[in-house]
Every structure is written in structure tokens, then in C-alpha cells.
């Protein structure tokens, strides 16, 4: 995927979380906390490193009867990992941070639903509107490395910013997600760059099957022609997972996008999972 001139040899990766919730059902607050220690050493021509990683989670959830929910993600975390050693593509260490200790909040956003109608406003994560899978979309509990927590043909936002989505659940196999959201979240101006997409997610049993496509109105420049100035970037992809047995699952990524202004013009991914169920 890229010409990595380390290879990473030692992964050690640590989570721990709980759950607390309120006594009153009618108040119910519940407040999810986590915490990840990840441990990546490599080996190459000029130096052997380890590099950790250390974050935090905080999530708390306060339901509105059977109408709406209100969501707010505090993360902090220290350390920037291999991905300052290795060059990749799409990185090693999804969990990732700043060198320094940083503290932000990643979510903040109130739900509102209506019959099949799900209304969602405020600081979004678009990849978890789009591009989405059950498998491969959490960098804690699941694939660490940046191409197989999201797909790397797929220019998302910077960051979390203002933004709105709607999801259409036509019926019990078919649902529609779309939205839109500030591209650089900086909160300023934020109609003048822009992140769209629509997905279609056909379900089955113990599987999704997505197709989106998605647009980034903020001005790009032509790799060969430095006078285009004003180009943007559009792509398409599909995002699938599937239960085969209470042990193996396994899910397939594809995208593809403008690669007159993007660096990776189409990327794939295929993994699986194998719960220890049988043998605890």
C-alpha cells in the first residue's frame, strides 16, 4: 500500500471500560467511560522504536422518551505512535493523538425521531453515518490501522463538525442515510465548504450491505494543472458485513474517488473475525 521503510513487529493493545446509569428509569442517564493503551514497536534499516498511545472516553446519553436522544463524546489522549516513524497511506494507530495532552469534545449532537424518520443536528462524526460496517469501524475494539477502521478513497472531513443527517427506514431491509457536514470545521462560514453523501443499506440476516456515494465542495487543486484551482472531489463506495456463525464474520470494503485531485484514486479492504466463543 505504500513504501514503508519500518515494519511493525510488536503490537500490544490494552481496553478497559464500564458503564454507569442512573437509578430513576424515567431519568435515565447513562455514562459510558473507556480507556486504551496501545504498546507498537518496529524494526528497520536505521533504528528500532516502541511508541505508545494513551485515550480516554467519556459518553454520556440522555434519552427523551421514545421522541429523542441527546449524545455528547468527551475524548482525551497523549502520543502520536508509529505513524510519526512509518509512512503509510492511511497510518497504524487509528487511536492516535497530539504529542502534547489534548482534551476535546468529539460528539455533541441531539437525536429526534419520527415514525421512520430519524433527524440527527449538531457536532457529528460523519463515518458513522457513512461508510459504516460492524466489523471494522471502531480503532478501541476492533482494527487499528486507519484503512480498515474507514476507507481511504473517501476524503472525509478534517473533523467533527456542525452537521446535520437523516435516516429513512423504509422498512425492515432497506434504510437510507444522508446528510451534510462542514468539511474543515473550523465553525466559521460553514456553508462554503461542505461534505454530502447519501447510503442505501440493504440488510439481511446478520448482514448490511451499503453503497454510498458522498462530495467535497471545497476548492481542490489538479495534480496537472496547478492553474485549477477550484475542482472538487466526489467518489462512490460500498461497505459490507456479514454473521456467517456464531464464530466467523467478515466484512469488504471498496471505494473510489476524482483521482485528478485525490492521492489514492480507488482502495479496497476484506478482513474477518473470529469470536472465541467455543473456546473461551
Given at each position: 500500500?505504500s513504501?514503508?521503510?519500518?515494519?511493525c513487529?510488536?503490537?500490544v493493545?490494552?481496553?478497559?471500560?464500564g458503564?454507569i446509569?442512573s437509578?430513576s428509569?424515567?431519568?435515565?442517564?447513562?455514562?459510558?467511560?473507556?480507556?486504551?493503551l496501545i504498546?507498537?514497536g518496529s524494526?528497520?534499516v536505521?533504528?528500532?522504536?516502541?511508541?505508545?498511545?494513551?485515550?480516554?472516553?467519556?459518553?454520556v446519553?440522555k434519552?427523551?422518551?421514545?421522541?429523542?436522544l441527546a449524545?455528547?463524546?468527551l475524548?482525551a489522549?497523549?502520543g502520536?505512535?508509529?505513524?510519526?516513524?512509518?509512512?503509510?497511506?492511511?497510518?497504524v494507530?487509528g487511536d492516535?493523538?497530539?504529542t502534547?495532552s489534548s482534551?476535546?469534545v468529539?460528539?455533541a449532537?441531539?437525536?429526534h425521531?419520527?415514525?421512520?424518520l430519524?433527524?440527527?443536528?449538531?457536532?457529528i462524526?460523519?463515518a458513522?453515518?457513512?461508510?459504516?460496517?460492524?466489523?471494522?469501524?471502531d480503532?478501541?475494539?476492533q482494527?487499528?490501522?486507519?484503512?480498515?477502521?474507514?476507507?481511504?478513497?473517501?476524503e472525509?472531513?478534517?473533523?467533527?463538525g456542525?452537521?446535520?443527517?437523516?435516516?429513512?427506514a423504509a422498512?425492515?431491509?432497506?434504510e437510507?442515510?444522508l446528510?451534510?457536514?462542514e468539511d474543515?470545521?473550523?465553525?466559521?462560514k460553514?456553508e462554503?465548504?461542505?461534505?454530502?453523501?447519501?447510503?442505501?443499506n440493504?440488510?439481511?440476516e446478520?448482514?448490511?450491505?451499503?453503497?454510498?456515494?458522498?462530495?467535497?465542495t471545497?476548492?481542490?487543486?489538479?495534480?496537472?494543472?496547478?492553474t485549477a484551482t477550484?475542482?472538487?472531489?466526489?467518489g462512490f463506495?460500498?461497505?459490507f458485513?456479514?454473521?456467517?456463525?456464531?464464530?466467523v464474520?467478515?466484512?469488504?470494503?471498496?471505494?473510489?474517488?476524482d483521482k485528478?485531485v485525490?492521492?489514492?484514486?480507488?482502495?479496497?479492504?476484506v478482513?474477518?473475525?473470529?469470536?472465541g466463543?467455543?473456546w473461551n
Amino acid at each position: 500500500m505504500s513504501s514503508l521503510r519500518n515494519v511493525c513487529v510488536l503490537l500490544v493493545c490494552f481496553f478497559v471500560g464500564g458503564v454507569i446509569n442512573s437509578a430513576s428509569a424515567e431519568e435515565d442517564i447513562s455514562i459510558s467511560t473507556g480507556a486504551t493503551l496501545i504498546l507498537q514497536g518496529s524494526t528497520g534499516v536505521d533504528e528500532n522504536e516502541v511508541d505508545g498511545t494513551i485515550s480516554s472516553d467519556i459518553e454520556v446519553e440522555k434519552p427523551f422518551g421514545d421522541y429523542g436522544l441527546a449524545f455528547i463524546h468527551l475524548e482525551a489522549g497523549n502520543g502520536t505512535g508509529l505513524d510519526e516513524v512509518i509512512a503509510t497511506f492511511g497510518g497504524v494507530n487509528g487511536d492516535a493523538g497530539d504529542t502534547e495532552s489534548s482534551a476535546e469534545v468529539t460528539e455533541a449532537w441531539y437525536e429526534h425521531y419520527l415514525n421512520r424518520l430519524t433527524v440527527t443536528f449538531g457536532k457529528i462524526d460523519v463515518a458513522a453515518y457513512m461508510d459504516d460496517n460492524e466489523l471494522a469501524n471502531d480503532e478501541c475494539t476492533q482494527f487499528l490501522a486507519g484503512p480498515f477502521i474507514n476507507s481511504i478513497a473517501v476524503e472525509f472531513p478534517d473533523d467533527n463538525g456542525l452537521g446535520i443527517r437523516l435516516l429513512v427506514a423504509a422498512s425492515e431491509v432497506f434504510e437510507l442515510n444522508l446528510g451534510v457536514a462542514e468539511d474543515d470545521a473550523d465553525w466559521r462560514k460553514v456553508e462554503d465548504n461542505l461534505f454530502g453523501f447519501i447510503q442505501a443499506n440493504f440488510k439481511r440476516e446478520g448482514g448490511n450491505y451499503r453503497a454510498y456515494a458522498w462530495m467535497d465542495t471545497s476548492d481542490h487543486t489538479e495534480f496537472l494543472d496547478e492553474t485549477a484551482t477550484d475542482k472538487k472531489n466526489a467518489g462512490f463506495g460500498v461497505s459490507f458485513d456479514q454473521v456467517f456463525s456464531d464464530i466467523v464474520s467478515a466484512f469488504l470494503r471498496a471505494g473510489l474517488q476524482d483521482k485528478k485531485v485525490s492521492e489514492i484514486e480507488y482502495a479496497w479492504s476484506v478482513g474477518a473475525q473470529f469470536a472465541g466463543n467455543r473456546w473461551n
